[in-house]
């Protein structure tokens, strides 16, 4: 039998209902709405921000991640490129953009080494972001003019010990992870080698092929072309890798045990971005960095994959930037 229910009874029993919707709001509010939050980032086109023009070797590095993280996030990856100062115009604004996965940087050893040589930079590398996967590599060639009598890593470290003084280096500029690549094998063997900065990397290999300069220090992809074509020598790869297509390039570290000097290249997020959003990301570029085509792909932009998760990836830059500090007050650099 239905019983009308008298209209205080009927109020009573509202708000009553009211009160249990507001309490499981305030739940949902207090326990769930992270893990919603973080199933649904991202909603919005994402920037990353790259500190060089574009064409050039992070830019190309960029324009090869960006489209697949695009894919598999569902929203656009828009790379903004903000050249200048070695990164740090881009580094600066990536720190103070908001901390919400929107707004990433694809950063280089670069912005590690700037902080020991412009201590008044507006941020902190290892402060202002939290590391969110580790990329790629970029592997260095140490290349010299065919009259140059060493062909082998060996060779070469013994050439140097032996005529301190005699040779000079060419690289693309003072505080580059190629200078400072050649200065930490300086170092290591006790060798003086002059120093010859470059404003850029793409008068070295002709002046070492015409021997302006004996030895010069470039990407991969600068160095091989010529020394297939017998030009020049590819002496050495800086880390300790083979190279696809220059396999009998031997590395540094067969004269020197452990030696590595590569720029790598980090995806980075503004200090505070929320945990799940850095996982989500994080998963999403090692997705795609061990997809079957992307070592090739890297390989023809002179580029190795390289993924390291975060948590890892935090502690790894600060050994580098440590190491970097190393090599620049043993070797008394200064970017003044």
Do not use: C
């Amino acid at each position: 039998m239905n019983e009308r229910l008298h209209p205080d009874t009927r109020s009573g029993a509202r708000r009553r209902l009211l009160g249990l919707v507001a309490l499981a709001g305030l739940a949902a509010g207090a326990g769930i709405s992270p893990h919603v939050q973080a199933q649904a980032y991202p909603s919005k086109p994402i920037r990353l921000l790259v500190g060089y023009s574009a064409g050039g070797g992070v830019d190309a590095m960029a324009r090869l991640l960006a489209p697949r993280l695009s894919t598999l996030l569902g929203q656009q990856v828009i790379v903004d490129n903000r050249a200048g100062a070695a990164g740090l115009i881009a580094g600066d604004a990536a720190a103070k953009a908001a901390a919400d996965g929107y707004t990433l940087m694809l950063a280089d050893s670069s912005l590690l080494i700037a902080q020991h040589m412009q201590p008044r930079m507006s941020f902190d590398p290892l402060k202002s972001f939290v590391p969110v996967a580790a990329v790629f590599t970029l592997p260095l060639v140490i290349v010299a003019g065919n009259e140059v009598p060493a062909r082998t890593p060996r060779e070469l470290v013994a050439l140097l010990k032996a005529a301190p003084g005699k040779y000079s280096f060419a690289t693309s500029g003072v505080g580059t992870v190629q200078h400072l690549g050649f200065e930490m094998m300086k170092g290591l063997t006790h060798a003086f080698v002059v120093h010859i900065p470059y404003r850029g990397a793409s008068q070295i290999v002709p002046d070492v092929i015409s021997g302006q300069v004996p030895i010069g220090v470039v990407s991969a992809t600068a160095a091989m072309a010529q020394a297939k074509a017998g030009k020049l020598r590819a002496i050495a790869v800086m880390s300790p890798v083979k190279l696809a297509g220059a396999e009998d390039v031997a590395p540094l570290s067969d004269a020197l045990p452990g030696f590595d000097a590569a720029p790598r290249l980090f995806v980075l997020a503004p200090a505070g971005t929320p945990a799940a959003t850095v996982e989500k990301l994080s998963e999403a570029i090692r997705t795609v960095m061990t997809a079957p085509d992307m070592a090739q792909a890297a390989a023809q932009q002179g580029a190795v994959p390289a993924f390291m998760a975060s948590a890892p990836l935090a502690t790894d830059i600060v050994r580098e930037s440590a190491a970097w500090g190393k090599v620049i007050r043993e070797q008394k650099i200064s970017g003044q």
